[in-house]
């Protein structure tokens, strides 16, 4: 039996004694017994990728809420509670994943899962998850299994791949006359998120896929791939990939002098990292978000995030740090919302609340009862330039 087989095997055995939910997935237990909260502190934890491909958005993201937490701490904390954001590395390794929750959930007790990180990773952690009564906030997956189906500990404030994808594909169709569209994925959820999208849009339009080809994240070699690609004549590629990989799969094209296609990627495949090097020229991205430049006009608020973002960790904020920013303010005020006399039930209650949120960014969230997913339109950038420029906003399928 394979390491990984058994730690999914054995780790509902281990939550055997936890608190669960009740039929609806709330908890309703009374303030002294609920899980990861005392009278002086809230525990929150997360998984996330500090050393592996992902690393700059598990990194970003981490820095983003400890400035949020670490503020309201100084500030008094939430109803005279401290936040303490307990953070373990999984190098974005499932088997590695499914430890590091183990621990979070059965040692350090946390009250609520905040900014977990990939959507493989998500989705075989949060059944158990739930079991144990603890709700996921906010995750780093744009997976639409972040809120579909609906349950009530399941919330997210990012765009949803699908729907960008589909967003994109429509876009690109309509207006700017692309017909062969095509995908290279990786072989995993989030990759088969990106391929039903595509798939999806297209028969939305009477067309098909042209090409698709997959790889695993660690893949290095593309050659292959992209020649396969430019031998179908694909003038669109939606990619299923991250920085390294999208880094990749560009520099390849642009060594086979491939230009007469647009590469198009999603909230996984946004950095400045693409954007910095000369392969990334032109590349698209539809996101929740638009990263921020050092010498773009700011709001006094955004100006002085960006200095004490600056101060404390020695390099400029990308878009994870505001994605964690966001993540833990909105925590906080879920947090706020549920009161003094906290429990999961007032948590969940307090998220849905939240429905005419704007952050220090401009972009807006907002939830209810009925709608856990906290946005609904993304935002189209292209390199230019080695940096991302905005072409539009609110765009939607």
């Known amino acids: 039996m394979s390491a990984l087989k058994w730690l999914l ?6 939550l055997t004694g936890c608190t669960g939910g009740d039929d609806a997935g709330r908890s309703s237990m009374a303030a002294a017994e609920v899980r990861g909260v005392t009278d002086a502190e809230i525990v929150l934890g997360s998984y996330t990728d500090l050393s592996g ?13 400890r400035l949020r937490f670490d503020r309201a701490n100084a500030e008094g904390g939430v109803h005279g509670r401290l936040i303490r954001f307990v953070v373990e590395d999984i190098a974005y390794q499932l088997p590695k994943a499914i430890q590091a929750a183990n621990k979070l959930i059965n040692r350090d007790n946390i009250f609520a899962m905040v900014l977990a990180v990939g ?15 603890v709700p996921n906030l906010f995750p780093i997956s744009g997976g639409r299994q972040m809120v579909e189906p609906f349950h009530p500990m399941k919330f997210t404030q990012r765009g949803i791949y699908y729907n960008e994808v589909r967003a994109a594909v429509r876009h690109f169709v309509e207006n700017e006359g692309k017909r062969n ?35 695993k994240p660690t893949e290095s070699e593309f050659t292959a791939a ?3 690609l430019r031998e179908a004549l694909c003038d669109m590629v939606a990619m299923a990939t991250v920085h390294r990989d999208t880094i990749l799969v560009l520099d390849t094209a642009r060594k086979m002098g491939w230009e007469d296609v647009a590469w ?4 996984a495949a946004y950095g400045q990292v693409i954007a910095d090097h000369e392969s990334g020229e032109g590349y698209y991205a539809f996101t929740h978000m638009a990263k921020i430049y050092p010498d773009d006009d700011k709001s006094a608020a955004v100006q ?44 969940l209650k307090g998220v849905e609340a ?13 939830f209810s009862a009925e709608k856990h997913g906290g946005v609904r339109e993304s935002v189209l950038s292209q390199v230019r330039n080695g940096r991302y420029v905005v072409l539009a906003e609110a765009v939607s399928y």
């Open 9 to 14: 095997l054995a780790w509902p055995l281990a």
């Open 53 to 65: 491909p992902t690393a700059l958005w598990g990194v970003g993201a981490t820095n983003g809420a």
């Open 119 to 133: 959507t493989p990773m998500n989705n075989a952690i949060m059944p158990q998850q739930f079991e144990a009564g």
């Open 181 to 215: 569209i095509c995908i290279i994925h990786h072989d995993s959820d989030y990759g088969q998120e990106i391929v039903d999208a595509v798939e999806d849009q297209l028969a939305a339009t009477g067309l098909q896929v042209a090409a698709r080809t997959a790889h």
């Open 226 to 228: 992209v020649l396969r």
């Open 264 to 267: 198009v990627g999603n909230n």
């Open 304 to 347: 002085a995030w960006w200095d004490q973002y600056l101060a404390l960790y020695g390099n400029e904020p990308g878009l994870a740090a505001m994605e964690g920013y966001r993540a833990a303010d909105l925590t906080l005020l879920a947090l706020d919302n549920a009161g003094r006399e906290l429990t999961v039930d007032g948590l």
């Open 354 to 366: 939240i429905t005419d949120y704007e952050d220090i960014f401009g972009y807006r969230v907002s």
